[in-house]
């Protein structure tokens, strides 16, 4: 296993962490003020914009699809995610390798026509718009997607759709633009041949963003938005691929989509234990400081283990995709979808308990950071369904090891 970035990766991770040193980390209470001036807990502050354009300008741009920009591969991408994480708040978006954007790019490039990839994939490339993907129902348990409800009907040259989706990231954010909508087009076809895919503009006639859904009390600045769809009618050319193509898409979108997550997560809990560290050795308590005491020694360590444990795990993951594709090194994502998130939230849970009061204030990002890490537990697929797919392949390779000791077993008694 090669897990060695290339010289042009370093070169970029050089020059990410010199933009997030002197733009990013900087522009953060700046970010703040201007939330709080907005009294809009979706506005968007003038500093994204600033940022972006620094950003073009320094070519981090793009970073995450290998088709553009510098062409990087999983393993190439992989260290320049987890320094995003660091500012989760702003260095995706200024570097418009945000999600859920990512992920419908890449549905836009792999799966739309040259008219969508004009209307829709450029202006995403380019920065200028946002987009949501509408997949997850609040009537059904929505880690099997094929159990979806939402119905795509074709009348004529139209297909009408109706249904209500909600935790669509992004439908908030004003630059929105589409949604991806993932739909039943034939309810009555092979289980996983009844789902396809439409893109629509989110100002469509009969689309309504019911509300935001805020997690543990947060109201992120993208949203997290319940959509009603009411008889809304696009062209049959706003289907993506082909009917019944819905599953499939679904599946090759949600692989790079988790392992970005991992990587993020990463990022945000190296940044909880460096606060960690820097508060455990400023405090002073029973006669020393808090870094002193073993407790906290043995946090800090078992922090820095797990990550260095989970990051292997995440790389090893990218290298796979880079080199059998993402079908091949589906185990191993399920697993870092389970395992990333899980260290990320032990990291920062001490981190918590290091700043005492301070740590569950809004002062400072942590309970913020805790919040986000933990819906990563549930988004993308629950720990539940990726830890099955990892044992349904686990109990495969059993069976398989039974029937060639079986086999060797007759063989011998011949």
């Not at 962490?17 to 733009?23: I, P, S, V």
């Not at 070519?59 to 393993?75: A, I, K, T």
């Not at 990550?307 to 090893?316: A, G, P, W």
Request: hydrophobic fraction near 40%; charge should be negative; glycine fraction near 8%.
């Amino acid at each position: 296993m090669e897990f060695e970035p290339s010289p042009r990766s370093t070169e970029y991770e050089a020059r990410l962490l010199a933009f997030m040193e002197k733009e990013v980390y900087p522009a953060e209470p700046v970010y703040e003020e201007q939330m709080r001036e907005a009294g809009d807990p979706h506005a968007y502050p003038p500093v994204l914009d600033q940022l972006k354009a620094r950003a073009r300008a320094l070519g981090l741009w793009n970073l995450f699809d290998p088709s553009q920009g510098p062409g990087l591969s999983n393993v190439d991408y992989a260290p320049l995610a987890e320094i995003m994480g660091r500012s989760i708040d702003l260095a995706p978006e200024a570097t418009n390798c945000n999600a859920p954007d990512t992920g419908n790019m890449g549905i836009l490039a792999a799966f739309g026509s040259p008219e969508q990839k004009q209307q829709w994939l450029r202006p995403l490339l380019d920065g200028t718009i946002r987009s949501a993907f509408a997949m997850t129902e609040p009537g059904v348990a929505s880690s099997d997607a094929t159990n979806i409800e939402t119905r795509i009907e074709r009348e004529g040259e139209e297909f009408v759709i109706n249904g209500c989706k909600w935790w669509c990231s992004n439908a908030l954010h004003p630059n929105c633009r589409l949604l991806i909508v993932m739909g039943k087009t034939s309810p009555n076809g092979p289980r996983h041949r009844q789902q396809s895919m439409v893109v629509v503009p989110i100002d469509a006639a009969g689309v309504t963003v019911v509300r935001n859904l805020p997690v543990f009390g947060y109201s992120d600045r993208e949203g997290h938005a319940e959509v009603l769809f009411e008889d809304v009618r696009v062209p049959v050319s706003a289907l993506l691929a082909g009917e019944g193509d819905g599953f499939m898409i679904g599946q090759a979108r949600l692989g790079p989509g988790r392992i970005h997550h991992c990587m993020r997560a990463i990022g945000i809990a190296e940044r909880a234990l460096a606060l960690s560290c820097s508060r455990a050795q400023r405090r002073y308590a029973f006669g020393g400081t808090v870094s002193e005491k073993a407790n906290i020694q043995d946090w800090i360590a078992e922090s820095r283990i797990e990550l260095e444990m989970v990051r292997l795990l995440v790389m090893k993951t990218a290298w796979m995709m880079d080199t059998v594709g993402n079908r091949e090194a589906r185990m191993e994502i399920a697993a870092i979808k389970v395992a990333a998130p899980q260290v990320a939230l032990k990291v920062v849970d001490r981190a918590i308990q290091v700043h005492g009061g301070a740590g569950v204030s809004s002062d400072l990002p942590l309970a913020a950071m805790y919040a986000h890490l933990r819906t990563l537990r549930i988004a993308d697929g629950p720990d539940e369904v990726h830890k099955r797919t990892v044992a349904r392949q686990e109990l495969a390779r059993a069976d398989e090891g039974r029937t060639e000791r079986s086999g060797l077993a007759k063989a011998e008694r011949r």
